[in-house]
């Protein structure tokens, strides 16, 4: 991020990185895995989100989130499950389709 600052949001008014917490900003990761990885589309089909997926969503306003679907399938075996942290630490839930999706991305290292 530091040596391509100018390709990410100006949501904080930020002049350069903050490597306080620039890692963990929704808008900052949804950058890097569209320049990085490889950005999917967007669909309210489950079976185009497969475990490894990452997928950003918008809660409300300007609350954004962010989850990885996992391996395990939920109890209807229609869609995988996501693993994040809401808050309370990470979680495993079947909230794929609970909020607009606004990113869907895979990311191979």
Known sequence: M?????????????????????????????????????????????????????????????????GIVSNHQNKDKTRYMIVHNIGAGQVLEDCLFAFKIIGHYAYKN
């Not at 040596?3 to 930020?14: D, E, R, S, V």
């Not at 350069?16 to 620039?22: A, G, L, M, T, V």
């Open 2 to 66: 530091k040596a391509n600052f100018g390709l990410y949001p100006k949501i904080w008014g930020l002049s350069k990185p903050d490597r306080n917490i620039d890692h963990r900003r929704v808008p900052n990761l949804m950058k890097f895995f569209s320049r990085k990885g490889k950005e999917l589309a967007i669909t309210d089909k489950a079976a185009d989100y497969k475990p490894g997926h990452i997928v950003c969503w918008n809660l409300g306003g300007s609350i954004t989130h962010i």
